[in-house]
Nanobody, 123 residues
Framework: QLQLVESGGGSVQPGGSLRLSCATS????????ISWFRQTPGKERDRVSC????????YYLEAVKGRFTISRDNAKNTVYLQMNSLKPEDTAVYYC????????????????WGQGTQVTVSS
């Protein structure tokens, strides 16, 4: 089973920033479209952002546009989610996911998932 590993979560005050990382040693992330999803208790996962494979095409949830930025460092085989101006409603477990095809908003379309990292925004 191919694995993705997320890191960078934590607790921050409203208005603060965090950078999440998604990495793997088992395949080349640039060959996959990578999405970040988030989930709060009792709710389904929502796609926050996606970076299409082998391109710079990005997608963002309306609620995070202008605050979050997804990027890829091919040398480090890592995808990042830079989260600025964080709000309490951004509190969730964040997951990265990979699929061979183009970006999709549906979690069922993704082949590989990380274990999740908790982000808590609270004063």
């Amino acid at each position: 089973q191919l694995q993705l590993v997320e890191s960078g979560g934590g607790s921050v005050q409203p208005g603060g920033s965090l950078r999440l990382s998604c990495a793997t040693s088992e395949f080349t992330l640039d060959d996959y479209s990578i999405s970040w999803f988030r989930q709060t208790p009792g709710k389904e996962r929502d796609r926050v952002s996606c970076l299409s494979k082998r391109s710079d095409r990005t997608y963002y949830l309306e609620a995070v546009k202008g605050r979050f930025t997804i990027s890829r460092d091919n040398a480090k085989n890592t995808v990042y989610l830079q989260m600025n101006s964080l709000k309490p409603e951004d509190t969730a477990v964040y997951y990265c996911a990979a699929r061979r095809g183009l970006c999709s908003p549906y979690e069922k379309d993704y082949d590989y998932w990380g274990q999740g990292t908790q982000v808590t925004v609270s004063s």
